[in-house]
């Protein structure tokens, strides 16, 4: 019999392994093909930004916004490019499992009036990591990073010249 923990953990690999399948883009990819993938299936306008003040004070890395007609993850500055990268296939996680669509995240908070309540659910969700939604899109960014690098390695000569 399996604990509720391992129920989750079941149901969360079952989860990405749908959504990674659902993707239609192979076992590797670029992170270009996977950025015109999340854009065609949210049917929007999609848009990657850095902010450097991002996570200076406040810890966090990347954050998903949405307007009426597009998606806007603003990320912090890092020097490794692989770290960058995982602050935005996090959000496109989100993205892709569908975190925040419909009512979930609608919230009523009188006190941010001016931030759109989708938003404004996801922002203050975000301190709480340990959550089934936080470790379902960190899983779904693993491999989605798994998959891009499988296509960097696939594109290199390091079979021709170490096989």
Not at 105 to 130: F, K, N
Request: glycine residues 6%; charged residues 25%.
């Amino acid at each position: 019999m399996l604990s509720k923990e391992g129920e989750q953990s079941m149901n969360i690999e079952m989860t990405v392994s749908t959504a990674v399948a659902d993707l239609a883009l192979g076992g590797a990819f670029t992170f270009d093909a996977l950025f015109d993938a999340v854009r065609q299936r949210r049917q929007r306008k999609l848009r990657v930004v850095e902010l450097a003040e991002l996570g200076d004070h406040d810890g966090i890395c990347a954050v998903w916004l949405t307007t009426d007609t597009e998606d806007l993850i603003l990320h912090a500055h890092s020097d490794s490019v692989l770290h960058r990268q995982q602050f935005v296939l996090h959000e496109f996680a989100h993205m892709i499992l569908g975190h925040c669509d419909g009512d979930e995240c609608s919230e009523v908070d009188a006190l941010l009036p001016d931030i759109p309540p989708h938003t404004r659910g996801r922002l203050l969700r975000r301190q709480d990591l340990d959550t089934g939604t936080e470790i379902a899109a960190e899983s779904l960014a693993d491999r989605l990073a798994a998959g891009i690098r499988g296509s960097a390695f696939a594109e290199s000569r390091y079979s021709e010249i170490f096989a």
